[in-house]
């Protein structure tokens, strides 16, 4: 009205009562026939047969009759017509079909013969893919998922560039949708709205319940393939993500589980179905997905189709969704035991995995580790395989492929980091030759001087006489200078070492 602009004119649909009557004789019976078979693809592909036979039907009536095309204009009109028809035809079906199943589920039916709140046969299995370091198999009725869980270091953390500053995340979860888990051909581009919504909810279900990254500070990827879907593999995947986890034994704060809800109302008459298949989500009024533990509720998403939900049947869904998680739980938990030993997952991580040990180390000491220009930590983690991580706190995380890696790291850093102590014994190499006495480096870029007096017992003339440059040399650190400098012997180091050793 401001700028303008005329309202639009709308047309109201016409009378379609005659042509619903003829379809609905046609196909109502041949319809609730398709809709009580409990297969899939069966019940697709009767629906399919039933509708294109009428679809045929009222098509070949309006091609036999009579018409002339006194004009390209009126070849046009006669086809535009058929095209209509088709439509009106093809929506038709789809609401006689929507109407059939929504008053079968209110009178106490549901589609594949199930109660309003049974959930659909359960399967689990971990470890079925050997070489990831966690696996998870979750079927539950016509819906599959395949769930990897990968550990890795803090330099696979994800960098979140945001309006509000860099962050960086250390757990993910990616969704994937591939074409045939529905049966369809397409090509396989990037993930859409849907996916990234379905991985979201999936995240914030199971990011809840990860030990503290202080605790266990591995990097976490979860990808859920699904293999198959009829309803909720979003809450599939939230299952085999569990059971990802436990197989690759990272230490959850519980096991997660999810439902996907679903509701037919008319009227008065109210059905909360629980585990919904992908029909019961397409032609119902609300989709209601809810994730927890067996204590609460991790997280929630609700799509609803109707003006309003009334507070009641809203917690009766939630107790209803609560039982039903109760027992996905326990099906999962019955199969992991026998698997893993217990539902709290592997006691140990998972061979493949990555092994990791934080230390402190003196702030002063950062440069020493790192060296000029990074050149001593990575001589370290080309030598090793390892992958070090150092914060300005002192705090050294290593990330190795093994635990004899591991170990070789945290020798090497260890030796670079600490201090000589007085009064310790260590096997030095001689680094130079002076008059005075021998320079011996006992510990990475540490050295050590051995006065000429302290080489051996009784006089020494040449420092050459007993030690050469290259030697290694057992020395005894005897004293450490206010400036650092360290004091080494020899002969103590050779006395201590002749003592007979204490029983």
Partial sequence: ELVGRPKMEVTPPSDQSELTAKITALAESGLREAVNLRE?????????????????????????????????????????????????????????????????????????????????????????????????????GETQVLVYATLGSRSDEQLIDGLTGKTYKHFMLHYNFPPFSVGECKPLRGPGRREIGHGNLAERALRRMLPAHEDFPYTIRIVSETLESNGSSSMATVCGGTLALMDAGVKLKAPVAGIAMGLIQE?????????????????????????????????????????????????????????????????????????????????????????????????????????????????????????????????????????????????????????????????????????????????????????????????VEKVTDVLSEGDEVLVKCIDIDPSGKIRLSRKEALAEAAKPSES
């Fill in 267 to 459: 009227g008065d008459r109210v059905a909360i179905l629980s585990d919904i298949l992908g029909d019961e989500d397409h032609l119902g009024d609300m989709d209601f997905k809810v994730t927890g533990t067996a204590n609460g509720v991790t997280a929630v998403q609700m799509d609803i189709k109707i003006h309003a939900l009334d507070w009641a049947v809203m917690e009766r869904a939630l107790e209803q969704a609560r039982r039903g998680r109760l027992h996905i739980l326990d099906c999962m938990a019955s199969e992991v035991r026998e698997a893993l030993g217990s539902f709290a997952g592997r006691t140990e991580l998972s061979r493949y995995a990555p092994r990791v040990d934080r230390l402190m180390i003196k702030p002063d000491k950062i440069r020493e580790l790192i060296g000029p220009g990074g050149k001593v930590i990575r001589a370290i983690q080309e030598q090793t395989g390892a992958n070090i991580n150092v914060e300005d706190t002192g705090e050294v995380t290593i990330f190795a492929p093994d635990a004899d890696t591991l170990e070789q790291a945290r020798g090497m850093v260890d030796d670079i980091t600490r201090d000589a102590e007085v009064g310790k014994l260590y096997v030095g190499q001689v680094k130079r030759i002076a008059e005075f006495g021998a320079f011996v480096e006992i510990l990475p870029g540490k050295d050590g001087l051995i006065h000429i007096s302290q080489l051996a017992e009784g006089r």
């Fill in 40 to 140: 899939k693809k069966a019940r697709y592909k009767k629906i399919a047969e039933v509708e294109a036979g009428v679809v045929a039907k009222f098509v070949q009536e309006f091609k036999s009759e009579k018409a002339s095309f006194e004009s390209l204009q009126a070849y046009e009109e006669r086809a535009k017509k058929l095209r209509t028809l088709e439509t009106q035809v093809k929506g038709i079906l789809h609401d006689l079909h929507y109407q059939i199943v929504r008053s079968m589920i209110l009178e106490g039916g549901r589609i594949d013969g199930r109660r309003t709140d049974e959930i659909r046969p359960i399967a689990c299995e971990v470890s079925v893919v050997p070489r990831a370091h966690g696996t998870g198999l979750f079927t539950r």
